[in-house]
């Protein structure tokens, strides 16, 4: 089903709480922009947080960052090249918690439409030949390890980052919302976008996010990836009917939604892509 995750926790962190006085907490990030962490960064709360937290593991603060037993880790990004996936599995072994941190950690992201653009185009512009050659298709950290916790968002909420530390702090169970964007909106059932023939992604998006852009009417972009339930197929018919052409539709449903999205509406990878072009160069 699109947007399923490979190896996944219960969704919920046990009500158990830390088990020393302050827990030892890492922030690690991969393949992103980091937008996450500076979320984490500026929130108004961390300087009371981090009296509560053994911090050993931010670079974004810390400029010695060290290598230890985790009771707590949040992994930003996602996850393109084998040393990549080697960290990961490093952090995880040694973190009895593990948290994927944003949109591109817990989908894809962002990174992962680079899926669909020819390695050797990159190339030309980003990536030295090393990277290039330690590449591996963009994925979720849990097609890798096994995560605890999803927090979505590009970037996450700061409200939902402090509840879910706090609830960890005082031994309380953390759930996630249920249900898409809809379920917020204050359009349901009222003025909905899709009826005024706008590009609306809240039926298919993870809800949560008590739909702020909707509130300052802006359609719903998907930043907090798709639900597993969601129905591709059905909204990308309706927005063709509008006239709008695949390609626009593909862009539009797997900008956030990570590379099963754009999968599920047709689009092929461009590994698949060279790998074609390169059996046309070898037959006889």
Request: one cysteine or more; charged letters at 25%.
């Amino acid at each position: 089903m699109v947007g399923k995750k490979q190896a996944v926790g219960s969704g919920k962190i046990p009500s158990s709480g830390p088990q020393r006085a302050k827990p030892v907490v890492g922030f690690f990030s991969f393949t992103c922009c980091e937008g996450c962490e500076f979320t984490v960064l500026f929130l108004d709360e961390l300087p009371e947080l981090m009296e509560k937290l053994d911090i050993q593991h931010f670079h974004l603060i810390k400029q010695k960052n060290k290598d230890a037993e985790f009771d707590l880790a949040f992994v930003e990004g996602a996850i393109t090249t084998k040393e990549e996936a080697r960290k990961l599995k490093r952090i995880r072994s040694q973190s009895k918690l593990l948290v994927a941190l944003g949109a591109c950690a817990c989908y894809g992201g962002i990174p992962a439409m680079l899926n669909f653009i020819e390695n050797k185009e990159l190339g030309k512009y980003i990536y030295n030949q090393q990277m290039l050659s330690d590449s591996i298709e963009a994925q979720p950290i849990a097609s890798f390890v096994k995560v605890d916790y999803y927090m979505y968002g590009c970037p996450i909420l700061k409200k939902e980052f402090v509840d879910f530390v706090s609830n960890y702090l005082e031994g309380k169970e953390t759930t996630p919302f249920e249900g898409p964007v809809c379920r917020q909106c204050p359009r349901r059932g009222v003025n909905c976008f899709l009826r005024e023939k706008k590009v609306c992604l809240g039926a298919l998006t993870h809800g949560g996010c008590n739909a702020v852009c909707i509130k300052q009417n802006i359609p719903c972009i998907m930043c907090r990836g798709p639900l597993e339930t969601a129905n591709f197929p059905a909204e990308a018919a309706l927005f063709k009917s509008w006239g709008l052409e695949e390609k626009d539709i593909i862009g539009k449903l797997g900008k956030f939604g990570g590379q099963n999205v754009r999968k599920s509406m047709g689009a092929k990878p461009a590994d698949a892509k060279e790998k074609k072009e390169d059996d046309k160069k070898t037959r006889p």
